[in-house]
């Protein structure tokens, strides 16, 4: 029986830790989750881990370190799937917001100077994606408990995971909230994929993105409407880069350009 | 169908009679300005002053979410959890009406056990209204009821008229018929007429439904399409919020430690982008522009055409919901050659000057 269990690691790279944590927060599945998969490797869960071939990697945190790439790139190696787990693995986080290497260099310089970084070389910080193929995506900051749950029970069966491409709108419409982008506020939810369940706007708190970006959510047309309702351009954009990581990289810079 | 007169003040211990044996919903305030459909227990809670509930009352048969079944290799057990008794009191003409519609669409070809059920136990209780400038339902001639109802009440000065529109409804009467009054005096109905007539020219905005499917047919091609498709932000709300969509998806949702599957229904809106996706990852309208090219053939022709009348009932939510303003009135205007003013109108606009440059 033993056997016949999938085997999975969870990683870690550079992000607040957030996704393991709420993993190991299923404290009413846990057990379920322990019997039914073989936990190979989970630094955060057990100190006895094994580093060898794997079923599934889940790996949470974006890539920042030279390290962290070799890291990566050996989990891939060992694994017969890799999904990206939370907001800094899939896009980036916000760690990602989209900067050119120059301005990076800048930044990283006044930050800590001229010091010599002797365990590691740091890089731009990117989403995993940017260095290994990734097979599936479960976004979130940090992931949700009930999507990772059903997500998770589904590929331990060896189903593909539901693929999650509507906007925060689609539940806030179930919860039957007043629109608040109708209402002149910055609200993200129509760029931002579904997952939370439109928890800020349940509250009355607008869309901050924090899921992460909508693949094929229409940003000019948002970007247009925010300005008619007289946002700041430069705020508007701050907005929709925070979560977004690296991902509408090409959509900021034809607002760039448009500037010009 | 029988017209009895109720006292204002008899309302409430009238409710509290036919909520002794079905869960009451009414509309209540959530918001300012918005109100929901909601199961209530304290009467002071429910608000008949209100415009339109963001969420039409379908979500009380069939929620957004629910679960279908439970399923293992050999054991299937369906859930009819939601299936329970059930008086909807306040409802507009205009939803009602809707609800006729849907009852058409869950009996069309089969039977849908998990509307029809719950529907089979809920009772219609109607409640007129007054329009505002964004009520079409003139347009769609659904501002007034003739079926679709259990009882229906006309507010009056001092008293209510009363519909008795089903022998359920007659039964609901029968529970405390002393709270009622049979002998409407020809002062009631000459009140009653003068209210009608008020409220007919009370009617702020009007499209003309009757030319919409030639106009449809005639401008499937029409640049207004794309123009729309640039500007919708594919949030799916329009959809979630018209009375008479019924899309939805099913989707399996295995339970952790046990062999077995819950099949989970939720609302389905072909205005967003995966609803065309088919296996094998195909998309037959990944463009937003034929999204919506689809959602208004289906409600302004290809529905007419079968059924006489539009699967429009002027509710209004699309109006007050979408971002852009995309909606029934801003592009049933346009297909008729009338000028709107629309954020996806100045927006292409704006779009085209920035091409020019």
Redesign the interface.
Same mark, same amino acid.
């Given at each position: 029986m033993e056997n016949s269990k999938l085997k999975i690691g969870i990683y870690e790279l550079t992000g607040c830790a957030g996704d393991a944590l709420l993993i190991l927060d299923c404290e009413k !599945?846990l057990i379920? *989750?322990f019997?039914?998969a073989d936990i190979q490797s989970f630094v955060m869960a057990k100190s006895d881990n094994i580093e060898g071939d794997l079923d599934i990697a889940l790996v949470e945190g974006s890539v920042t370190t030279e390290k962290e790439i070799e890291e990566l790139k050996d989990i891939r190696q060992r694994s017969k799937i890799v999904v990206a787990i939370g907001l800094c693995a899939t896009v980036g986080g916000i760690q990602a917001r989209f900067l050119d290497p120059k301005e990076w260099n800048e930044r990283f310089k006044k930050v800590y100077g001229n010091i010599e970084m002797t365990h590691t070389k740091p890089v731009q910080s990117k989403p995993i994606d940017a260095y290994i193929d990734v097979d599936f995506y479960l976004p979130g900051c940090p992931i949700g408990k009930e999507q990772f749950? *059903?997500f998770? @029970?589904?590929i /331990?069966?060896g189903?593909p995971p539901?693929?999650s491409?509507? =906007?925060v709108?689609?539940t806030c +419409? #179930?919860n !039957? %909230?007043?629109?608040l /982008? +109708?209402k002149g506020i910055l609200c993200l939810? =129509? /760029?931002t994929e579904d997952g939370c369940g439109a928890i800020c706007i349940n509250h009355n708190l607008p869309c901050a993105g924090c899921w992460g970006p909508l693949k @094929?959510? %229409?940003r @000019?047309? !948002?970007y #247009? /409407?925010l300005k !008619?309702k007289g946002f700041d351009v430069e705020h508007i954009k701050k907005k929709m880069a925070n979560y977004s990581g690296t991902k509408i990289a090409s959509f900021l810079k034809e607002l760039e350009k448009?500037k010009k | 169908m029988r017209i009895v007169k109720l006292k204002k003040e008899n309302l409430f211990p009238f409710l509290e009679v036919i909520s002794k044996e079905a869960d009451l919903w009414a509309p209540v305030k959530k918001y300012e300005d918005k109100h929901v459909f909601k199961a209530v227990e304290d009467f002071s809670e429910i608000d008949l002053d209100y415009q339109r509930t963001i969420i039409p009352p379908r979500r009380i048969l069939l929620p957004p979410k629910t679960n279908m079944f439970e399923a293992t290799q050999n054991t299937y057990k369906e859930d009819f959890s939601n299936v329970s008794k059930k008086i909807i009191f306040g409802i507009h003409a205009c939803d009602v009406n809707a609800l006729v519609i849907m009852d058409r669409f869950y009996n069309f070809a089969y039977d849908d056990p998990y509307y029809t059920r719950a529907r089979e136990n809920t009772l219609i209780l109607g409640y007129s209204c007054w329009p505002d400038e964004h009520c079409l339902c003139k347009s769609t001639n659904t501002h007034i009821v003739t079926e679709g109802y259990d009882l229906f009440f006309s507010k009056l000065d001092t008293h209510y008229l009363v519909w008795i529109g089903s022998s359920q409804g007659d039964d609901l009467i029968r529970k405390q018929p002393s709270l009622f009054n049979e002998d409407i005096s020809d002062k009631d109905i000459q009140t009653y007429l003068n209210w009608q007539k008020e409220r007919e020219d009370a009617f702020q905005a009007e499209i003309d439904f009757i030319d919409m499917p030639d106009l449809i047919e005639l401008k499937y091609n029409d640049p207004l399409w794309e123009e729309l498709g640039k500007a919708c932000l594919a949030c799916g709300s329009c959809t979630n919020v018209c009375p008479t969509c019924n899309c939805y998806n099913v989707y399996d949702k295995p339970i952790l430690g046990k062999n077995a599957s819950k099949i989970v229904r939720c609302w389905d809106a072909c205005t967003l982008e995966n609803y065309s996706e088919v296996a094998g990852g195909e998309n037959f309208r990944e463009n937003r522009a034929d999204r919506l090219k689809l959602w208004y053939t289906h409600k302004l022709q290809a529905y007419i055409s079968k059924y006489g009348k539009p699967a429009c009932v002027g509710c209004g939510r699309c109006i007050v919901s979408c971002p852009v303003d995309i909606n029934v009135l801003t592009v049933g205007k346009t297909l008729s050659g009338e000028k709107v003013d629309a954020f996806w109108k100045r927006f292409n606009l704006q779009v085209k000057k920035e091409v020019r440059k």
């Open positions: !599945e379920d *989750i019997n039914a749950l *059903i998770f @029970t589904r /331990l069966k189903n539901e693929k491409q509507n =906007p709108c689609v +419409k #179930y !039957e %909230n007043d629109c /982008l +109708k939810g =129509p /760029l @094929t959510g %229409n @000019t047309s !948002e #247009y /409407l !008619e448009e | -």
